[in-house]
């Protein structure tokens, strides 16, 4: 099964109260497949971040998904999980190896870039989580 991954996380204040979220969308027809939020406490925006990732893949690993494109405004994730940029942060290391052997179980993934205007509904519910409305 192949799936579209869109995945955020944000704190506000960095650190500070901090969410994820994510949705899983069917690739052919966009459906929404599934919805994924939660708030983590007082954290950075990049562990957030991960973490919406984190939630994302799991749960289109749960779904059956074997071909996965992931999407995220976050060039920071983008960037170290396509293996151009080196995950240096002691806090992110850990996480980026969660995610690392979540791709492992997929047959396929890819990483995409995209404007935050274009992540509009994972940005919706990493916000509703940092407001305490999920999670």
Do not use: C
């Amino acid at each position: 099964m192949r799936v579209v991954v869109e995945a955020d996380g944000g704190s506000r204040g960095n650190p500070g109260p901090a969410g994820y979220g994510a949705v899983v969308l069917d690739a052919s027809g966009g459906d929404v497949l599934a919805e994924v939020a939660g708030s983590l406490g007082v954290t950075t925006n990049n562990v957030a971040e991960y973490q919406g990732l984190i939630a994302g893949l799991q749960s289109a690993l749960k779904l059956g998904a074997t071909d996965i494109q992931v999407r995220m405004d976050s060039k920071l994730v983008v960037e170290q999980m396509s293996g151009r940029w080196q995950i240096k942060h002691p806090n992110l290391q850990p996480l980026a190896q969660k995610a690392m052997s979540l791709v492992h179980q997929a047959h396929r993934v890819e990483f995409g870039w995209i404007p935050r205007k274009d992540n509009a509904h994972a940005d919706r519910l990493a916000n509703e989580a940092m407001d305490g409305d999920r999670g």
